[in-house]
Structure formats: C-alpha cells, structure tokens
C-alpha cells in the first residue's frame, strides 16, 4: 500500500513545531508552579511513593516521588522497614539552599520526615501475588519489576547489567506490544460471530485494536509513567491513527516527533537517562530495516538484537561507566525472552511463577564488571557518524568499526 509522507511541505513542519513549542512552554510553566509552591513554604505536606531504598553509611537514603510530579531524595537515621513501592504521607523541610528549578526537573535533596506509612494498594497487592510465588528475592524482585515495573535493589539492578538485560525488565514496547496483541486476538476471537451477525460492514480488526491500545494505556496508568513507557505508548497509538489514515510511520522523522512531543508533554524526561536510551533503542530498530530491508524474516531476527547490543554498547558504557564479559550474552538472552516473558505471565497467572526459577540461577552470579571509559569527544563523534548513517551505509560501517575501536581501548 503507497504511504503518504508525514508531511507534505516545510511550512506543514514550521507549524507543528510552533504547537510543540507552545505545548512545551505551558508544561514547563506547570512544572514552575510546582516549583514555586514547595519553596513558597516552609514545611510542604505531601504524599509520596517510595522509588528506591538503600543505606549510605549511617543513614538510610530514600528516592520517592511526590503526588506532584516530582523526584527527591532524602535521608533518614532511624531503622526503618523496607519501603519500596509504599505509599507514604511525608513533611518537607525547606532546606537553607533550595534547589534550583532545573534540579527540580531532575532530582534534589530535601529534608523530610515520614509522617504515616499508607495502606497498600492494588498494585502492592498484585507484587505480594508475584513475590510469594518464589523463594530467592532476587527472583521476588525480577518479576514484580518485570511485570509491575516495581523498584528493585542495586544488587538486582547489578546483576542484569552483568548479563546486560536491564532493557528487558524496563517496561516498554514488547511488553505493550504483548498485551495489545494478546487483547486484539482474543477480543476478535470472542467478538467474530456477534460482528458477523450485527455489523458484518464494520472493521473488527479496527476496533479490537482500539480496545487494545485503551487497555495498554491503562496498564501504563496503573504502573506508572515511566519514560520507557510512555514512549513506547505514543509510539503505539500514533502509529496506529496515521497508519489507518495511509500515513507513513516508519520512518526516522516519525521517531524524530514522538519523541519531540513527549519532551514537550513530559520535560522531565530530558534528564532520564531511561527516556533517552528507549528512543536511542529504536533509532537502532530503525536503522537495521533501513538498511537491510530485503532480509528474511528469520534472519532479521536472528541478526536484529545482536545489531542493537552492539550499536547500544558505547552509550550504555558512556552512561554506566562498566562492562562485563557476561553481556555477550544479552543477544541471545534478549531472542529468548520474547518466549520467556509470556510463558512467565501464563505460569504467574496460574500461581506456578517459581518453576523455572531454578533454570535462571545463573543470573544471580556475582558482578564480574571492568570499569571502562568512552571520551566524550568520541561520544559526539559517534552519535554523528549514527545519524550520517541514515543516509550512507559507508558512515554506517564507520559506525560498527567505532565501536570495536572504543571495545579495543578499553580492554587491551
């Protein structure tokens, strides 16, 4: 079927941006609002969700996130329970230095004291289901992240950076991608007979498909916002409206504006790194079809997720600053979930989540990390020979040599 382009002329484009930039002034104006009314006072009363729970020293350090949008971190030296993904009534004390508005987009410190840890909710209940079905709580905390995108320990997090599959247990496009597919099959297998009888005229393909992205926007509210989501999110839905209209969507300017409209609905994401790699993840998704289009589907799917680990590899060593001989794995590792990842919901359905747990011990191997270091000269050259890539293949191999290059650096 012959797509018609996104746009059609460059004053199509200019007109876009102008309502990106208004919509990007009036989400930064409400995040100026927040910021005014924290500092307005000197003790601030809120409720918080407890994001990460670790000791530092002597104290005990908390990440959470106000009812209000933003992210803190405080601290405590009272012995507390574990908090993680609780829902807490806390009091803000202002500090002498306040945080500028730009560390309020991002992160800060403040002051606090807990005030009343609150009931847990459905969520809470839906990972105590998840936690009580293994033993080991790096498993407890795998799946309740994996399918809650509930918070897990450093020692979790290490452990899948080890192997390199930290991508997999971020909730993003597979898992939408899953539920959206599983929803539309089986609303079209219950729904056929009745829309033949009644509205034989109408496109069950089309509704189903509706009601499916409406449930992967639920799940994403009932989970959380996070970057990695909502990305794959709008990505889904977009695709979704322009492709019905002959649009075409899989293109590099399509990438381009999702990801220009979420920064302008969600500033904040600018300073996750979370939001950053999940579009970097498909700039690599889109530059493996574009270049090697006339593969068989077999064979794109053998090669695609070794292209991405290896195209991914200098910005996450740039970010995470480590390396580890187990991530040669991640390609592999990363084919296999896409069985894995539905044949662990049907089992945590069943309540039977721990039969394979035993098969997966070998994640929880110590760290066997090397530290690495990528010049930020070379991160600025890379990321250009990438975008250079889209338009020749001769800047694309520069790309892949770039990389052997930075790996060589590194650990000879």
């Keep these: 079927m012959l797509q018609a382009p996104l746009f059609v002329a460059h004053k199509e484009r200019l007109f876009a941006l102008g309502l990106l930039f208004i919509m990007a002034c009036f989400s930064f104006w409400m ?139 971020a909730i993003s496009g597979f898992h939408l991608g899953l539920i959206s597919g599983v929803v539309t099959f089986l609303l079209s297998f219950l729904l056929r007979p009745l829309w033949q009888r009644f509205v034989p005229f109408a496109n069950l393909y089309l509704f189903t498909s509706f009601l499916a992205i409406g449930v992967a926007g639920g799940y994403m509210a009932f989970v959380g916002y996070l970057p990695s989501l909502v990305r794959s999110f709008f990505m889904m839905f977009l695709a979704f409206l322009l492709y019905m209209r002959g649009i075409k969507v899989f293109s590099f300017e399509f990438l381009a504006w999702v990801g220009l409209l979420i920064l302008a609905l969600f500033p904040r994401f600018a300073f996750t790194y979370a939001f950053w790699l999940s579009m970097s993840g498909v700039f690599m998704i889109y530059l493996f ?85 990528v010049p930020g000269w070379f991160m600025v050259l890379y990321i250009g020979i990438l975008v250079l890539s889209i338009y020749s293949r001769a800047a694309l191999w520069g790309a892949l040599l770039g990389v052997l290059g930075v790996l060589v650096y590194n650990v000879a």
């Excluded at 002051?111 to 009580?132: C, F, G, H, N």
């Excluded at 068989?296 to 740039?318: R, S």
């Excluded at 539905?342 to 394979?356: K, N, W, Y």
């Design 31 to 169: 995040e100026f609002q927040a910021y005014e009314k924290l500092l307005a006072k000197k003790r601030f009363l809120t409720s918080a969700t407890v994001l990460l729970q670790y000791e530092k020293k002597s104290k005990t350090i908390l990440k959470l996130k106000a009812k209000e949008g933003f992210t803190f971190y405080t601290s405590t030296k009272e012995a507390i329970k574990d908090l993680r993904d609780r829902k807490v009534t806390i009091l803000l004390f202002r500090p002498k230095k306040s945080p500028s508005f730009w560390q309020f987009l991002h992160h800060f410190y403040y002051p606090s004291y807990i005030l009343q840890v609150l009931p847990k909710d459905r969520r809470i209940a839906l990972k105590e289901y998840i936690t009580k079905q293994h033993e080991a709580m790096f498993f407890k905390e795998l799946f309740g992240a994996l399918f809650l995108a509930t918070s897990l320990s450093k020692e979790s997090r290490d452990r899948l950076a080890n192997f390199g599959i930290s991508h997999l247990v």
């Design 289 to 373: 079809f574009h270049h090697f289009k006339n593969l068989k589907w077999w064979q794109a799917a053998l090669l695609l997720n070794l292209w991405v680990f290896w195209l991914m590899l200098p910005i996450t060593m740039a970010i995470f600053e480590k390396l580890s001989i187990y991530q040669l794995f991640s390609p592999l590792l990363t084919l296999l979930f896409t069985l894995f990842y539905p044949l662990e919901a049907i089992l945590h359905l069943l309540g039977l989540g721990g039969v394979l747990d035993n098969s997966l011990t070998f994640l929880m191997q110590k760290s066997a990390f090397i530290d690495v270091v």
